[in-house]
């Protein structure tokens, strides 16, 4: 079975270099995060990738990642923009961002016509989460009266930062690993033993052992045609379009309250690694460091 590989990279820098953090050099071959997961995903059965990027951007995507990964799997782009909305509608004067993770998903289709995962391009996620959802895509069909998605549930103790407070989508999951909601909630951080974030602004105690979204859904094309509706019932129901984003997570959290979707919640035990603030540059790259020590990858990813 074909499966693609959605990468959102939309939101890179407009100039490329040392300063943007989704290009910050992790590997001994000066290979960056999105190498990883690349790689990681091709070794688990995907054999198409679809970056997600800014037409401004396209030149320089291409020299720093897009033209030596074409080399070891097939690419296409696509391009988020501001003006790609729904017939009928304008764009309020004063806005000058994209419409979100939702649009940007959204850009994918009539391209991406495959199972497919979705990924941030600045995250890495680790095999095992890869595997699950890839196994996920290819022993699972799309539903006839529901969409059938799974995502990864990172355990909220391997995501968090040691320079800062981190924003998390916690999981409320029923009793047969299926989402029930994902809670977006800020401020999380680890001191004196407890971990505690806000949630809507309340704060909260959560667990260690919480599972969490990292932003990495598993979807069959058929998504694509609901995530087009919702799109356009954003613009008409949306009262402050100058500001507001159509989020993923949260278009997924209404449908699987209206009975839309299902979503399977696949554990992965993999730590996160990522680059929240710039003091966690040097510990993400001591991290692949580690993970090139143990074996995990060689230190010339791709072998060029």
Known sequence: MNTTLVIMAAGIGSRFG??????????EGNEIIMDYSIFDAKEAGFNKVVF????????????????????????????????????GFSVPENRTKPWGTGQAVLCTKGIVKEPFVVINADDYYGKEAFQKLHDFLVNNQEG?????????????????????????????????????EVLETRN????????????????????????????????YPEFLDSLEKGFTEFFETCPTLETK??????????????GEVEVSVLKTNDKWIGVTYREDM????????????????SSNLWND
């Open 18 to 27: 040392t300063g943007i953090k989704q290009l910050a050099k992790m590997g």
């Open 52 to 87: 997600i990027i800014r037409k401004d951007i396209e030149k320089e995507f291409k020299e720093v990642i897009g033209n030596r990964i074409e080399k070891h799997i097939t690419c296409e782009y696509v391009f988020q923009d501001l003006h790609d909305i729904p017939e």
């Open 144 to 180: 006839k009266d529901i969409h059938k998605l799974a995502m990864a549930g990172f355990v909220l103790k391997n995501t968090l930062s040691e320079n800062g407070t981190v924003t998390r989508g916690i999981c409320v999951e029923n009793a047969e690993r299926k989402l029930e």
């Open 188 to 219: 999380i951080e680890y001191k004196d033993g407890v971990v505690s974030g806000t949630y809507r602004g309340d704060p909260r105690t959560l667990d260690l052992e919480n599972l969490c979204s990292m932003n990495m859904w598993a979807a």
């Open 245 to 258: 984003e159509f989020l993923l997570p949260s278009f997924i959290n209404r449908k699987v309250h209206e």
């Open 282 to 297: 040097p510990l993400a790259q001591a991290k692949f460091k580690e993970l090139i020590e143990q074996g995990v990858y």
